[in-house]
């Protein structure tokens, strides 16, 4: 059952297992169209904000022409360290690779949201930035963390674990945002939106 009604359906432009997993938690009624967009590497201007809020407005834009009706939540999160992206491991040796350069740092979390809004094209958009500290690793402690295949399909190649994660710290901004959707912020997103619809 939603937590509170909506003025319209909502589309999550997706199949991120914990944007689904936060929505329902919420308590929202969705669908799932996934927007299949190739994912640049880089960060086009060298910054992580832009790069973010850009991706999610063209996973918005992707799946918006599919959409008669209804509003569409699109997001985009990635890491970011010493000016560089941290997206998605190719495999497991560079899931190895990206382990090793986030053990013992801390390093920003970056999530971009687009909200569209079908009929009529309407858009909002904004990005939200967590710092997120890894404990440093041994060699046998990454090795353990790689069998449980919990990197495979995710930016930085970790997903956090709630309540209580053995490896990483939110340090700053909400632990939604690094599991992919800032909930407190999509919800007053959401309420403000549906006041005005």
Known sequence: ????????????????????????QAGYSFTIQPSNIEEPTEARLGDCRHYVGELAWQKAAAVAPRVADGLIIAADTVGWLDGRVIG???????????????????HELWTGVCLWLRPGDWQFCWQERSLV???????????????????????????IEIPQDPYLTVEDGSVSNVVGLPMESLEKALRWMAQVH
């Open 1 to 24: 059952m939603d937590r509170s009604p909506l003025p319209f359906r909502l589309i999550l432009a997706s199949s991120s297992w914990g944007r689904k997993w936060l929505l329902q």
């Open 133 to 159: 500290r890894m404990k440093p690793l041994s060699e046998a402690e990454i090795d353990a963390y790689l069998q449980t295949r919990k990197w495979e399909g995710c930016s930085g190649a970790y997903a």
């Open 88 to 106: 998605k491991p190719a495999d497991e040796a560079d899931a190895r690779r990206i382990i090793r350069s986030l053990a013992g740092t801390v």
